[in-house]
């Protein structure tokens, strides 16, 4: 899942633990996540206080690019757990993760999970947000033209030139942007829309952090474009009150973590999934990747509280629905929305 990030992490970072030092017996296990995934400084050094095991972060791509390197490397794996899958490819990954979800989760956070049959046994959910139209307040006051509310509105002549999304075959909100025109305009009418929004001039970028920084026009980016696809979560980290997020375009969206089959280290790879739902954790994600967690017992920051929105009815579509249309639709939008 994609949002706003300071600077990238490192490809591979090593935290080693201070309450002991390392011998040769130390286990590290490797935590494959995408390239949004970002802690505060220590968080999983505590992990490593706590059970002497040491993690080392793997991260590079999207959600869909993880997933896909996941089942690419089924026979030799990436690593020991896996952080970042989302609902729209939570079937794919199934078959290469271990039967485990967290020991911790409760009757609350039973809202997030997947069915059985879609990897309901194998995810543990994480963090969860609405992918949505995000608009630059200031561009539309300065240019006295009103906002968009619907997903409608952006094929309208007023908007030209205006949207950015991102590639549905290559970015985990773009996939979930699509999603949502294909929930909201039925299998018989996503295409012509897809048609009309491309011939209004909608941009497709290859990645949430290009069309975010590099196209958007909020204070945060350098682009001229007031539409992007982004987060619900997205604008309490921009200057007060100066993006929002359309909330009659969303689709919600959830991550998990999962552990990897083929680890040597099974018993301590459900340590660290245990772990990512901790409080300790969930805590430290709204700050860090801007999304919410699902723990029941995590606490947001106040400014969310003020800001941060939430659709009331977001588009949904069944993860079994997805894995069975998947390839299909992304290769008629492919075909409609790339040159």
């Known amino acids: 899942m994609k949002k706003i990030v300071p600077v990238a992490i490192a490809a591979t970072l090593v935290l080693a633990g201070c309450s002991s030092t390392p011998t040769d017996e130390t286990t590290t296990l490797v935590l494959v996540t995408h390239d949004s995934f970002s802690l505060s400084e220590g968080t999983l050094e505590q992990f490593t206080e706590e059970t002497g095991i040491r993690v080392e972060v793997q991260s590079g791509g999207d959600a869909g690019e993880l997933a896909n390197k996941l089942v690419l490397t089924k026979d030799s794996p990436l690593g020991d757990v896996v952080f970042g899958i989302d609902n729209t490819f939570a079937s794919r990954v199934a078959d290469v993760l271990v039967d485990y979800t967290s020991k911790d989760l409760t009757d609350a956070e039973q809202q997030f999970l997947l069915p059985a049959d879609q990897g309901g046994d194998q995810l543990t959910p994480i963090d969860s947000g ?6 630059d307040h200031g561009w539309f006051t300065e240019a006295g033209i009103a906002e968009p509310v619907t997903l409608e509105d952006l094929t309208d002549p007023a908007y ?8 549905a075959n290559s970015s985990s909100p773009g996939l979930a942007f699509l999603l949502a025109t294909i929930d909201a305009f039925g299998e018989d009418g996503w295409e012509d829309y897809w048609t009309d929004l491309i011939a209004n001039g909608a941009k497709v ?19 001229d474009r007031p539409l992007v696809v ?14 929002g997020a359309l909330l009659d375009t969303c689709f919600r969206q959830t991550e998990y973590a999962g552990v990897i089959a ?6 301590e790879a459900k340590q ?8 300790t954790v969930q805590n430290d994600i709204p700050e860090n990747m801007y999304v919410f967690p699902v723990n029941s017992e995590a606490t947001l920051p106040a400014e969310w509280a003020e800001t941060a929105a939430v659709a009331t009815d977001p588009f949904f579509i069944e993860p079994a629905d997805i894995d069975a249309n998947r390839e299909e639709w992304l290769a008629a939008w492919a075909a409609i929305a790339t040159p």
């Open 205 to 223: 970028s290859a990645s949430w952090s290009d069309a975010y920084y590099v196209d958007f026009s909020g204070p945060s980016s350098e682009g």
């Open 160 to 167: 030209k030139d205006l949207l950015v999304v991102e590639a």
């Open 130 to 135: 609405d992918v949505c139209v995000n608009v």
């Open 262 to 267: 083929g680890t040597e280290h099974e018993a």
């Open 230 to 243: 982004s987060y619900a979560s997205s604008p309490p980290f921009e200057p007060a009150g100066t993006t």
């Open 272 to 279: 660290l999934v245990d772990f990512l739902f901790s409080t």
